[in-house]
T-cell receptor
Framework: DAKTTQPNSMESNEEEPVHLPCNHSTISGTDYIHWYRQLPSQGPEYVIHGLTSNVNNRMASLAIAEDRKSSTLILHRATLRDAAVYYCILRDVRGYNAGNMLTFGGGTRLMVKP | SAVISQKPSRDICQRGTSLTIQCQVDSQVTMMFWYRQQPGQSLTLIATANQGSEATYESGFVIDKFPISRPNLTFSTLTVSNMSPEDSSIYLC??????????FGPGTRLTVL
């Protein structure tokens, strides 16, 4: 799986939008962009994924650059519960069937201030 | 979604002993995965467990140290053998329902004295 680069930490104020960046300049055409987050003392949970187009779900939005070399996870209104480590992961569309596992990098620790 | 439980949730063990961690899923899944999360670190994949076949281990992990069982489609165990303080970590199991979403258990926090 291709490598991603994320800031180690970010801070946000409660009820403000948060933009979490991720660089993946070596992304291949068959790589999906996945985001997971890990709340304190919990296992990671899926947030969102995309391939080329921007994506929205109930948790967040994913904005993907036109050249796909970077993406941004957008939390529209941060809450205290959103404080977590956010992982940006590239995953071949064929998944484990092609021997491609979910590979976690360092992630971004998001701190939300009340 | 998938509901995954792990037992024990935490344990404190003596050096040289072994601990078996159980992972139970609420529905049948083909692939189960075991991860290790060392203190302050990200997750590292230990092995992939497919029902009816031997587990596939990632580089740096061996079967003698981390034997895995997968007796059916809803259950797996990971044993941490001959433990040392360096094995103190959180161990997590996960399952994948599609290529796009993996579900994780709550983890087992292991401390080795």
């Amino acid at each position: 799986d291709a490598k991603t680069t994320q800031p180690n930490s970010m801070e946000s104020n409660e009820e403000e939008p948060v933009h979490l960046p991720c660089n993946h300049s070596t992304i291949s055409g068959t790589d999906y962009i996945h985001w997971y987050r890990q709340l304190p003392s919990q296992g990671p949970e899926y947030v969102i994924h995309g391939l080329t187009s921007n994506v929205n779900n109930r948790m967040a939005s994913l904005a993907i650059a036109e050249d796909r070399k970077s993406s941004t996870l957008i939390l529209h209104r941060a809450t205290l519960r959103d404080a977590a480590v956010y992982y940006c992961i590239l995953r071949d569309v064929r998944g484990y069937n092609a021997g491609n596992m979910l590979t976690f990098g360092g992630g971004t620790r998001l701190m939300v201030k009340p | 979604s998938a509901v995954i439980s792990q037992k024990p949730s935490r344990d404190i063990c003596q050096r040289g002993t072994s601990l078996t961690i159980q992972c139970q899923v609420d529905s049948q899944v083909t692939m189960m995965f075991w991860y290790r999360q060392q203190p302050g670190q990200s997750l590292t994949l230990i092995a992939t467990a497919n029902q009816g076949s031997e587990a596939t281990y990632e580089s740096g992990f061996v079967i003698d140290k981390f034997p895995i069982s997968r007796p059916n489609l809803t259950f797996s165990t990971l044993t941490v053998s001959n433990m040392s303080p360096e094995d103190s970590s959180i161990y997590l199991c996960s399952v994948e329902r599609s290529y796009n979403e993996q579900f994780f258990g709550p983890g087992t926090r292991l401390t080795v004295l």
